[in-house]
Nanobody
Framework: VQLQASGGGLAQAGGSLRLSCVAS????????MGWFRQAPGKQRELVAI??????TYADFVKGRFIISRDNAKKTVSLQMNSLKPEDTAVYYC?????????WGQGTLVTVSS
């Protein structure tokens, strides 16, 4: 099973990007799908996660980012609005299952001021 994240790139402050993550192969018992990010020199941190249709957001993205999932297609997306330079990071998708986590390879988001 592999997760493929896409949608990263360069945006100006105040702009928007949409990230998507799709799984190849079969994953059973998905109980959470989400996004983490890691900026240079910093630890990986949770951005947003959706579990059983309940979404949780880090304080620094509340009101700006929206996470969504398609259960049938087993995809998760992250709509990022009002981007800030401090949102610059590599974004990773994660699928959480009863038998472990699956991680995507990361997609780089760069926000210029």
């Amino acid at each position: 099973v592999q997760l493929q994240a896409s949608g990263g790139g360069l945006a100006q402050a105040g702009g928007s990007l949409r990230l998507s993550c799709v799984a190849s192969g079969t994953i059973f018992s998905i109980n959470g799908m989400g996004w983490f990010r890691q900026a240079p020199g910093k630890q990986r941190e949770l951005v947003a996660i959706i579990r059983f249709e309940v979404s949780t957001y880090a304080d620094f993205v509340k009101g700006r980012f929206i996470i969504s999932r398609d259960n049938a297609k087993k995809t998760v997306s992250l709509q990022m609005n009002s981007l800030k330079p401090e949102d610059t990071a590599v974004y990773y998708c994660v699928y959480r299952t009863g038998h472990g986590d699956y991680w995507g390879q990361g997609t780089l988001v760069t926000v210029s001021s």
